[in-house]
């Protein structure tokens, strides 16, 4: 059998401050990969003449850089842009600003091979400031992967199987941390999920049982001030803390804290129907609907809607907390929408 290829693509757009140690991480892959397929999206720093130089520097590797459309995408249309042009067996998301270990890509390469039925495998990865020095975040117990997998691992430190129902609460990693197999690649190309991308790619894993965690860190995810997206989490800094801010949200839960949660719920199973997923059934339809009203009651904060919520057939899909939470906005909860 030939050995399967590997396509990075990476997505830019005005990251001169860490772009250079990003693509230095890649070239110093101890597996090399297949093809490097790039493209800016207009950036108005010096982006360009950064890649530009750095290509010219590595003229054995294999780099695409894309130039059309030109002008400015946005970037989903810029990120689907780079894996409708993505030719590799597998493909792997990068990000302009963190920096990966050198084995990554032999790791990840090394774990497809094993699990051939893996069509989506999520690693780890530890944190750095904005100055490359590496920080960590407090454990939550009985949590992994930097407090996003809150479900036991079978194989801490090894490949772990992740199911369909443990991913339609919540998204378990980042984009950057992904090994996708191209036939999911080509089905995340023929939908418009409404999903963030890393998410919608690990929900069409999940759906055929190919969705795994490698439970081993293998980049550095850098934290800074001009992050497209963030983790949150990483701005944990004690156990105290943590208490704080939990006691807080209980006594005056801002909006986000009781609504955002179950707007991910609501679009990831909505998410889930759009796929044409074969299991399917109208107890799905029951849970939409009862996340719908759930977000009415928030949004409107009505209290003959909470009622209405209470008498559906579904009570068990908020727990004891999630209740009291409910009940705390509608009597005392921040009413700021942002």
Same mark, same amino acid.
């Not at 600003?97 to 989506?120: E, H, T």
């Not at 727990?319 to 009291?324: G, M, S």
């Given at each position: 059998?030939?050995?399967?290829?590997?396509?990075?693509?990476?997505?830019?757009?005005?990251?001169?401050?860490?772009?250079? =140690?990003?693509?230095?991480?890649?070239?110093?892959?101890?597996?090399?990969?297949?093809?490097?397929?790039?493209?800016?999206?207009?950036?108005?720093?010096?982006?360009?003449?950064?890649?530009?130089?750095?290509?010219?520097? #590595?003229?054995?590797? $294999?780099?695409?850089?894309?130039?059309?459309?030109?002008?400015?995408? %946005?970037?989903?249309?810029?990120?689907?842009?780079?894996?409708?042009?993505?030719? /590799?067996?597998?493909?792997?998301?990068?990000?302009?600003?963190?920096?990966?270990?050198?084995?990554?890509?032999?790791?990840?390469?090394?774990?497809?091979?094993?699990?051939?039925?893996?069509?989506?495998?999520?690693?780890?990865?530890?944190?750095?400031?904005?100055?490359?020095? $590496?920080?960590?975040?407090?454990?939550?117990? *009985?949590?992994?992967?930097?407090?996003?997998?809150?479900?036991?691992?079978?194989?801490?430190? /090894?490949?772990?199987?992740?199911?369909?129902?443990?991913?339609?609460?919540?998204?378990? /990693?980042? *984009?950057?941390?992904?090994?996708?197999?191209?036939?999911?690649?080509?089905?995340?190309? =023929?939908?418009?999920?409404?999903?963030? #991308?890393?998410? +919608?790619?690990?929900?069409?894993?999940?759906?055929? *049982? *190919?969705?795994?965690?490698?439970?081993?860190?293998?980049? =550095?995810?850098?934290? #800074?001030?001009?992050?497209?997206? %963030?983790?949150?989490?990483?701005? =944990?800094?004690?156990?105290?803390?943590?208490?704080?801010?939990?006691?807080?949200?209980?006594?005056?839960?801002?909006?986000?804290?009781?609504?955002?949660?179950?707007?991910?719920?609501?679009?990831?199973?909505?998410?889930?129907?759009?796929?044409?997923?074969?299991?399917?059934?109208?107890?799905?339809?029951?849970?939409? +609907?009862?996340?719908?009203?759930?977000?009415?009651?928030?949004?409107?904060?009505?209290?003959?809607?909470?009622?209405?919520?209470?008498?559906? #057939?579904?009570?068990?899909?908020?727990?004891?907390?999630?209740?009291?939470?409910?009940?705390?906005?509608?009597?005392? %909860?921040?009413?700021?929408?942002?």
């Amino acid at each position: 059998m030939p050995t399967p290829s590997l396509s990075i693509v990476l997505a830019l757009y005005n990251g001169q401050t860490y772009l250079l =140690e990003q693509l230095d991480s890649l070239a110093a892959q101890s597996r090399p990969f297949d093809e490097l397929v790039l493209r800016d999206d207009g950036s108005t720093d010096h982006t360009i003449s950064i890649v530009d130089q750095w290509i010219q520097k #590595h003229p054995h590797l $294999p780099i695409i850089r894309l130039t059309k459309p030109a002008g400015n995408l %946005g970037f989903t249309a810029n990120f689907r842009t780079l894996l409708e042009n993505a030719k /590799g067996d597998y493909i792997l998301l990068c990000d302009q600003d963190d920096r990966w270990n050198p084995d990554k890509l032999q790791v990840l390469a090394d774990a497809a091979a094993k699990y051939p039925q893996a069509s989506v495998i999520v690693s780890s990865f530890t944190f750095m400031d904005q100055n490359g020095k $590496p920080f960590s975040i407090v454990a939550r117990k *009985g949590w992994s992967n930097q407090n996003l997998i809150g479900f036991p691992l079978a194989h801490p430190a /090894g490949m772990n199987q992740v199911k369909l129902e443990d991913i339609l609460d919540h998204n378990i /990693g980042q *984009g950057c941390t992904m090994l996708v197999r191209k036939d999911i690649i080509q089905k995340y190309l =023929e939908l418009d999920l409404p999903l963030p #991308h890393d998410w +919608a790619l690990a929900l069409l894993g999940a759906m055929d *049982g *190919g969705l795994y965690y490698l439970d081993q860190p293998l980049m =550095e995810y850098r934290i #800074h001030s001009e992050n497209t997206t %963030g983790l949150p989490q990483a701005k =944990e800094t004690s156990k105290l803390a943590i208490l704080q801010a939990k006691i807080s949200k209980v006594v005056r839960p801002p909006y986000r804290t009781v609504s955002a949660p179950f707007q991910d719920k609501l679009d990831a199973l909505k998410a889930l129907k759009l796929t044409g997923y074969k299991g399917w059934s109208q107890q799905d339809e029951v849970k939409i +609907a009862f996340f719908e009203t759930y977000l009415q009651v928030i949004n409107e904060k009505s209290w003959k809607k909470a009622r209405k919520l209470r008498a559906m #057939h579904l009570p068990s899909l908020l727990t004891y907390k999630e209740w009291i939470l409910m009940y705390s906005y509608l009597l005392f %909860g921040k009413t700021d929408h942002s």
